[in-house]
């Protein structure tokens, strides 16, 4: 769909069969995945960084990406998880008193595959007309046109597929860093450890433990697979349910264990797929949206005071108010497109929020959703 | 929460005149105010003493008062309305200034008038320096640290808390006289010594440096409920030093990560809930140390700024209507995000996929002694703004919107100098209006981007992109145009270089590579602006051109009039043009076609996305506006509304095959070209003052000999008397001819007799083709010699007779039939005794017609632009335009105290930024309402200077008897003072500045002087008397360098005390109180 230059030695190609040639910033390699579009302006290394993208591709609307480099702290996770990366314009040199290492540098580091010189915008209308879509993203000297729409098409989707697996611990671990400060750097938190909280890592982002770690919680992040009798043994005062990647309805194991968890009457917190995972083990429905929420301007109507939050939001699946059974409660709803965006149960201390109040990237507006949280582990403690 | 209904008028301040750092931003935020509220079915009074506004139009409000914003002024306006409610936010610092004055003397209280969008209190917190400082320590913002200093011992106090480097500024000095930056202990001392001794307070403020660190802006929006959303954020690349007004800046951020960008992101919103703006639109400043990240608050303002209206174009979201629906009680969620059609509502946060630069726009060259540093204190007279899908392509898109002969990044630095380097470092180091060329050639002349940077503190993201820039160009320079291929060219265009400059180049002409691009098939596609980065469909037009793949243009079928903008503010060509383009888009879309507007001018109403059915933000050059006509198609093209901008491109664009509607661009060459109009002139047996056309020095001379001096010397095709000057005998002119213009045979320089106490008259007509209209009638208040932008003038004349006003009209007549004139004609003339001179002729908008539209109630710019597609006069109902039975006065409002150093003297070069309007019953009146409209406080009484050159002496005498009957005491030098004396009217001499002190100077400096008179001609009368105008400036005396001004202030004293206050809808109907 684009005029080739000399230098294309990239492409992306789209099950329906549209293609778009660049420039590759990345490794020479093939990957599919489904490409969705992000909005945000800032915050690319934390989208990479993203679990919750795992087997996307993702394209970012603003056209200068890389501008601020990388640097350790704006990790996510350990890893780069998304599939494949799409932009406009790689700049030619970063500028940030953080930055350690370039786009380029990083992305090859983490190995991915990643185009620039991509009409973002006409990539992003196609995907709001159409969907998001499967595809295949091709770097290197033997690209082949058809090979890749061939690719793009056999990839599995993500309906139905379980991706929580594949990127959760495989081994629990605990948490102690807090967020960044203005001046300092990341570092432990000191603040007073006054609540045990055991998180499950469905794919979980590090701001989330960050901002858990600041309000005194001390926190041991297990694998999504944990049976509900393992954690309830350790007898904490909160569960925190992670967000993750893909379709929440294949996570059966997860859904078993926290309708017991929720059973135990101890309070709960479940963000983004943590929250959809919540959802349906109170008994409600999820399904796969046209091209899902990716981005950090999404207003949400907190439905108790009628306040505005304005969030960061990545999910391709969600909850269907309609489903809800009727001692969940909607909390907040999308100005966007009215969708389902927190509930609340009415006996149970047990609550869960689509988008991510943790941000990073995205703003702050629904930082009290963890405070939350905290107050409901006191109630159940006193 | 709906909106309130115990609220049903609201008064709305305006800003008054265009003044540099208030601009025509505040005619768009008030206009989309008006509307805001009006729509919502609140009765809508104005008051705005600016009549070249769109806001003003009779249309746009139920009471509009063109009155002077003076708290005095208001408070009548108020009486008489009674408003329920005052809206202080949309009309800049004047409007808050004023709603504060009403506040303090007790009117609002008295009426019962509730402030709404801002709060005293609020209002105050933003404003005072102290209580501002409380309020940010109270939320954990630090702001640099500052200590007031008036003697050695408290300096040595303030250095150990404020460090090193620091800077001081006297108190209450203009520019900053005696002030500087203190890297050490001894400089420090010093220069806190001397700032003591300038200060008239003997003070000083010292605040620790932040020169260098990088300066950002938020825009913020607040609701009652406290939800808060941030438009846009933006990036000035000039860092700290440089007003945000003068900065070019980069929207939205681009040297943040998501860590520093959400820290602001709360403080911003932090702030606005401490200073307690509860509903409306700020702004908030901060800097950034881009060593660690530090975060400091500059200042903010709590209300509609320029950089919100920047914001509002960069993104599609309209700060000012939003911020006017909450201060009536609305909340953002209950308010539609419009440019999506409402598909997602006012409370999320822009998404941009786009860059915007915006570059300010100077104009020192009508300054020539001004200080053209650029400093804390705002000096640039407009801007212009640009989009593009990346930095390069949007600067270099700016650079060329700009207007100032620069396709790009031309050379700037004098190669000749021995000491290139050195010159390129100084104006690195100390910027100018033109830093950015000079960092082109830093990296031209081979140095690097960190040495760059060490010199001026420019983030290297910016840096880096121009250096490739340069690099490109030096590439294709070297290869030539066969390395052009389509790959290659596509690749350049990418990168936003203009036809023009690749042309420049490779030395060929703009049009060749115009026709290499289009045989190459390569295009501009336009993307739209939707606010929301494509996430939402949104049916808005609003676009900007860029070389990507995806056209989003979808151009419609219908009959299409395309208009042409101004583009950016100068002083000649401002907001009139853009009342003049905006009321030629409400007219063809209310006589059925599709409207499509090109500008670049960020502050104004044309570029408003919903002024026109499609807006492209577009630079208002040949390449630019050729690739949208290939996109559109239009049935006619304007080129006459927007100034001088749009004519210039004229001939190519007609030679091109563009559709141009009206006056034909060949009838608008034969008014300008001298010996064309001077032959049409005498075949209808019309004058002209004596004039000769030279194209060198011996020519010039020559000429003067043959038509006798004084004359006025101008170059040909100018605009606002650019150059334009008087000279007395062969001296100044061979002086004139050698330095201050560059004469040649393409660009002759033209020489017409002066016309001494001549008046100058200004005629708006509208012409059909067959029928013509005379608009208005103006006299000018100054003699001819004056430019009639800076002269005053009255409408109906105040003293020419009717048998020559009719004239003047037949002879309009005759000279728009003789020019074919389709649309509007401006005419000059000079009268001398009961003789009619034809000064010049311009087919197209002038910058009186907005005036003439307020004064008469006829919308001049809308019946000619009907005209134009063929409608005639007479199928308008308009036969004659009713000359109104009370006067309405234009004045001037110049920029002089911007300018320490600069001559306040009037005369053939322009240099007003903008205009007031005064009406009343008398002549008098009237002039008395321009004149406070203007800021200027007529003194009730005291003591009179007058100093008047030969040829005035005897108007002298009768302005001196009107002062002593109006109580005032006279002084006058030894020449007038004689006179006076002889005509029997008492009067003291002083001494002028040369005969030794004490003199009239120091007279001023003691405040014993309350209003001057002061005449003078020839250049040594001038530089003699240049310190009592300067010295009157800066003490705020009021003065008149004309004698015909100094005749019209006597009849307006007359009047002062009985000023009333009129809407222009009942001044149209013939109601004047």
């Known amino acids: 769909m684009r005029y080739r230059f000399l230098t294309d030695n990239a492409l992306l190609a789209l099950e329906d069969g549209s293609l778009f040639y660049g420039t590759s910033i990345g490794i020479d390699d093939e990957s599919t995945g489904e490409v969705v579009f992000n909005t945000s302006i800032t915050g690319y290394q934390e989208i990479l960084t993203d679990p919750s993208y795992y087997k996307q591709i993702v394209t970012l609307t603003h056209p200068h990406i890389g501008n601020v480099g990388t640097n350790p702290e704006d990790e996510e996770s350990s890893q780069v998880f998304v599939s494949g990366l799409i932009i406009r314009d790689l700049p030619m040199v970063m500028s940030n008193w953080r930055a350690t290492e370039n786009l380029r540098d990083y992305l090859i580091r983490h190995n991915i595959v990643a185009i620039a010189e991509i009409d973002t915008r006409q990539l992003t209308r196609h995907l709001r007309k159409h969907g998001a879509m499967k595809a295949c993203i091709v770097a290197g000297d033997k690209i082949d046109a058809d090979k890749s729409i061939k690719a793009a098409k056999s990839f599995a989707g993500l309906v139905g597929i379980d991706l929580v697996k594949e990127v959760s611990t495989t081994s629990k671990y605990n948490w102690i860093d807090g967020t960044r400060g203005l001046k300092d750097g990341i570092k432990p938190s000191y603040s007073k450890k006054e609540w045990r909280v055991i998180a499950y890592d469905f794919g979980v982002k590090r701001n989330i433990l960050r901002v858990l770690a600041d309000l005194g919680c001390e926190i041991t992040v297990v694998s999504a697979q944990t049976p509900a009798s393992e954690v309830l043994a350790e007898k904490p005062d909160g569960i925190f349910l992670s967000n993750g990647p893909g379709d929440p309805d294949p996570c059966d194991y997860a859904i078993t264990a926290i309708k017991k968890i929720i059973n135990s009457g101890l309070p709960v917190f479940g963000i983004c797929l943590g929250h959809q995972l919540l959802s349906l083990a109170l008994g409600a429905k999820t399904s796969k949206m046209k091209f899902g929420h990716h981005g950090a301007n999404h207003p949400v109507r907190s439905l108790d005071d009628g306040q505005v939050l304005i969030t960061s939001q990545n999910h391709g699946f969600s909850v269907d108010e309609k489903t809800l059974p009727s001692d969940l409660i909607a909390t907040h709803r999308s100005l966007f497109d009215g969708s389902l965006q927190g509930v609340h149960h009415k006996k149970y201390p047990v609550f869960g929020f689509q988008g991510h109040p943790e941000a990073s990237p995205g703003p702050h507006d629904s930082k009290q959703l963890f405070n939350h949280f905290i107050e409901l582990m006191q109630e159940h403690k006193t | ?1073």
């Open chain 2, 1 to 1073: 929460m709906p909106k309130r209904t115990d609220i049903k008028s609201i008064l709305i301040i305006g800003a008054g005149p265009i003044i540099i750092g208030q601009a025509c931003e505040f005619d768009y935020s008030g206009a989309q105010a008006c509307k805001a509220l009006r729509e919502e079915g609140f009765r809508i009074i104005l008051v705005n003493s600016n009549p070249a506004t769109i806001m003003t139009d009779p249309e746009m409000a139920d009471a509009t008062y063109i009155e002077p914003v003076h708290w005095q002024t208001v408070a009548r306006i108020i009486e008489k309305e009674l408003p329920n409610a005052l809206l202080p936010t949309m009309g800049g610092q004047t409007a808050l200034n004023c709603a504060l004055d009403l506040d303090k003397q007790g009117v609002l209280k008295k009426f019962g008038v509730e402030m709404i969008g801002a709060s005293k209190d609020a209002i105050d917190k933003a404003e005072d320096r102290e209580k501002f400082r409380t309020a940010m320590q109270k939320i954990g913002l630090t702001m640099a640290k500052s200590e007031i200093v008036h003697n050695q011992a408290e300096a040595k106090v303030a250095m150990e808390i404020i460090g090193f480097p620091a800077i001081i500024r006297p108190s209450f000095t203009l520019g900053g006289t005696g002030g500087g930056i203190a890297y050490n202990r001894d400089e420090f001392m010093d220069i806190c010594g001397q700032g003591v001794e300038a200060s008239p307070t003997n003070e000083v403020q010292v605040d620790q440096s932040a020169l260098g660190w990088k300066e950002y802006e938020m825009e913020v929006v607040r609701d009652k409920k406290d939800n808060c959303i941030i438009i846009c954020s933006i990036e000035n690349l000039d860092p700290m030093g440089v007003h945000t007004g003068d900065s070019i800046t980069i929207a939205p951020a681009q040297t943040l990560t998501d860590k520093e960008y959400q820290i602001m992101r709360d403080a911003s919103i932090k702030v606005l809930r401490e200073i307690g703006v509860d509903t409306g639109g700020s702004n908030v400043q901060f800097a950034v140390n881009p060593e660690n990240g530090e975060l400091i608050i500059i200042e903010m303002n709590p209300r509609v700024s320029r950089s919100s209206a920047l914001a509002s174009k960069a993104t599609g979201f309209p700060i000012a209507r939003v911020a006017a629906k909450l201060a009536v009680g609305y909340t953002l969620d209950e308010l539609e995000n419009d440019i999506t059609d409402g598909a997602t509502p006012a409370s999320f946060e822009p998404s941009m996929d786009y860059i915007v630069t915006k570059i300010p726009r100077f104009t020192f060259e009508k300054f020539p002694q001004a200080d053209d540093r650029l400093t804390t204190q705002m000096k640039s007279v407009g801007e212009v703004m640009a989009m593009g899908r990346t930095f390069q392509e949007s600067l270099q898109k700016a650079i060329r919107g700009m207007e100032t002969g620069v396709t790009g990044f031309n050379p700037i630095v004098d190669q000749s100098s021995k000491n290139i380097l050195e010159q390129i470092e100084k104006e690195l180091r100390v910027p100018r209006g033109d830093r950015l060329w000079f960092v082109a050639d830093a990296f031209r002349h081979g140095l690097s981007v960190e040495e760059v940077f060490n010199i001026c503190s420019i983030d290297p993201w910016f840096l880096v992109q121009i250096r490739d820039l340069i690099d490109e160009e030096n590439k294709l320079k070297k290869e030539g145009v066969t390395s052009l291929t389509e790959n290659r060219l596509r690749q350049l265009k990418r990168k936003g270089f203009s036809d023009e400059r690749l042309a420049e180049l490779i030395e060929q002409s703009e049009s060749e590579i115009r026709k290499l691009r289009i045989d190459n098939n390569i295009r501009p596609v336009f993307k739209r602006v939707d606010s929301c980065a494509a996430e939402f469909e949104s049916a808005t037009a609003y676009m900007y051109s860029t070389y990507d793949v995806e056209c989003e243009a979808a151009p419609s079928n219908r009959q299409k009039i395309m208009i042409l903008g101004g583009g950016p503010n100068r002083i000649g060509q401002g907001i009139e043009f853009d009342y003049c383009c905006v009321q030629a888009a409400f007219a063809m879309r209310e006589a059925g076609y599709e409207t499509i507007m090109v500008n670049c001018n960020p502050e104004t109403v044309s570029t408003d996305y919903d002024t026109s059915d499609r807006l492209y933000f577009e630079p208002l050059t040949l390449e630019n506006v050729l690739d949208i006509i290939h996109i559109e198609k239009p049935h006619g093209v304007i080129v006459q509304y927007g100034g001088q901008t749009p004519l210039k491109l004229a001939r190519d664009l007609e030679i091109a095959g563009v559709p141009i509607i009206g006056t034909s661009p060949d009838s608008i060459d034969l008014a300008e070209d001298r010996e064309r109009f001077q032959k049409l002139l005498e075949d209808i047996d019309l004058k002209q003052p004596p004039n000769r056309t030279a194209r060198n020095v011996e020519q010039a001379v020559k000429g003067a000999e043959e038509i006798g001096y004084p004359l006025v010397v101008r170059p040909s095709y100018v605009l606002g008397g650019r150059a334009m000057e008087i000279v007395y005998n062969e001296d100044d002119l061979r002086n004139y001819m050698d330095n201050a213009v560059a004469v040649s045979n393409s660009s002759p320089v033209l020489l017409d007799r002066f016309l001494n106490n001549a008046i100058e008259v200004d005629v708006d007509a509208i012409s059909d083709g067959h029928d013509v209209c005379i608009a208005g009638i103006m006299e000018h208040i100054e003699q001819a010699g004056v430019h009639s932008g800076d002269s005053a003038c009255s409408l109906p004349p105040y003293s020419l007779s009717d048998k020559i006003q009719d004239k003047i009209a037949s002879q309009v007549g005759a000279m728009a039939r003789a020019l074919n004139v389709v649309g509007l004609m401006n005419t000059q003339f000079a009268i001398q005794n009961d003789e009619i001179y034809v000064l010049e002729v311009n087919p197209r908008a002038s910058r009186t017609i907005p005036f003439v539209s307020k004064a008469t109630g006829i919308s001049i710019a809308k019946i000619a632009v009907n005209c134009m597609v063929g409608n005639s006069l007479a199928s308008q109902n308009l036969t004659h335009v009713p000359v109104p039975d009370y006067y309405s006065v234009k004045e001037s409002v110049f920029p002089f105290i911007k300018f320490p150093g600069v001559d306040p003297l009037l005369g053939p070069e322009m240099k007003s930024t903008g205009e007031v309007m005064g009406v009343g019953k008398t002549f008098g009146e009237a002039f008395a309402k321009g004149q406070l409209a203007a800021g200027e406080e007529f003194p009730r009484e005291g003591n009179a200077f007058i100093s008047v050159k030969e040829i005035d002496k005897e108007k002298a005498v009768i302005v001196a008897k009107e002062l002593i009957l109006l109580g005032y005491k006279l002084f006058a030098t030894s020449g007038t003072c004689n006179v006076l004396t002889k005509a029997g009217i008492e009067c003291e001499r002083v001494n002028k500045v040369r005969e030794g002190q004490p003199h009239i100077v120091d007279m001023l400096k003691n405040d014993t002087i309350d209003l001057i008179v002061n005449t003078t001609e020839d250049k040594k009368a001038i530089a003699d008397s240049y310190s009592i105008r300067r010295t009157a400036l800066q003490h705020k005396v009021f003065y008149t360098t004309t004698i015909t001004g100094a005749m019209a202030t006597m009849e307006a004293l007359k009047k002062r005390d009985s000023i009333g206050v009129n809407s222009l809808q009942d001044l149209h109907k013939g109601v004047i109180a």
